[in-house]
């Protein structure tokens, strides 16, 4: 009972505060966090292993191209890039596609360390709410992001990025689905690893998005995200020494522990991992089904 009276307070104050201000808690440590990163690049979302990746480097680059031709990014374009963590996405983008990116986070710690990272490329880094980002953009990538807005928040979430795409412009998601009667809220993810999420089923997602938006195609890459949990727990094990003199081996247990039940949940595709490509409703242009 008491643990069923703790899920359901962590779910009432999510709820009421409208997801979560993630600027106090930055994954313990932005230095802690690199750890689970390809160093390159700086990424720590799911790979794409389809055209022979073997490392989870190799994946991340291989995602990184599959989302620019899902964009078909063009030199000149603009790309809002919201919850961009380090900013490799954002420097990876403006410097081998020769867009011009805006990089939003609300972790201030993450936003410096993204602005050293893309020193030198066409990327300003703002460490803001996604409800303050102000401009027009022909590109849109909303990275493993839209987890910690908030059910609740879904329908001004997507207005907002609708008011924020140009015309002939797309948005380009990579996001979890559960399945449904799974639990949406886990509480002990939120507090060793992911800072407060919540992970809906499909209808959750799709309602208040198409009350914005079109949805142009979408690619379930759950097989490339149950491999890119499996190395996941690699660089765990490999930088054990160096993340419990950060944060202690307390929180390093539960952080593996965190990555093997979700490594798990995907196994068995309780939890799913999308691609999915958006428009304004009134575009009616072809949109590639890049793989």
Request: hydrophobic share 40%; aromatic share 12%.
């Amino acid at each position: 009972m008491s643990s069923q009276l703790g899920y359901n307070k962590a779910v009432k104050s999510y709820i009421e505060t409208g997801g979560v201000d993630l600027t106090n808690f930055c994954f313990e440590s932005v230095e802690y966090f690199k750890l689970i990163t390809d160093k390159a690049h700086m990424q720590h979302s799911s790979g794409y292993y389809a055209h022979g990746a073997r490392s989870y480097a190799e994946a991340q680059v291989a995602k990184l191209h599959l989302i620019a031709a899902k964009l078909e990014l063009k030199a000149g374009m603009t790309l809002l890039d919201l919850g961009c963590g380090f900013g490799g996405l954002a420097k990876f983008m403006a410097d081998n596609y020769g867009v011009t990116v805006v990089g939003v986070t609300v972790c201030e710690s993450m936003a410096k360390k993204s602005a050293e990272h893309c020193r030198g490329s066409k990327v300003t880094i703002k460490a803001q709410d996604w409800r303050r980002v102000e401009g027009k953009f022909d590109r849109i990538t909303v990275i493993e992001m839209l987890e910690h807005v908030g059910k609740h928040n879904y329908d001004e979430f997507f207005g907002k990025i609708e008011s924020l795409l140009k015309p002939g412009g797309r948005i380009l998601l990579q996001h979890y689905f559960v399945k449904r009667g799974v639990p949406n809220f886990v509480e002990f993810f939120c507090k060793y690893q992911f800072g407060q999420v919540y992970f809906p089923d499909m209808h959750e997602f799709v309602e208040p998005c198409c009350r914005h938006l079109r949805f142009a195609n979408t690619q379930d890459i759950t097989l490339d995200a149950d491999l890119t949990y499996q190395h996941y727990i690699d660089m765990l094990e490999a930088n054990r020494d160096e993340m419990e003199a950060v944060a202690g081996p307390k929180v390093w247990r539960a952080c593996r522990l965190t990555y093997a039940t979700a490594g798990a949940m995907l196994t068995t595709r309780n939890l799913l991992v999308y691609h999915t490509v958006l428009v304004r409703r009134d575009d009616q242009t072809r949109v590639p089904l890049a793989q």
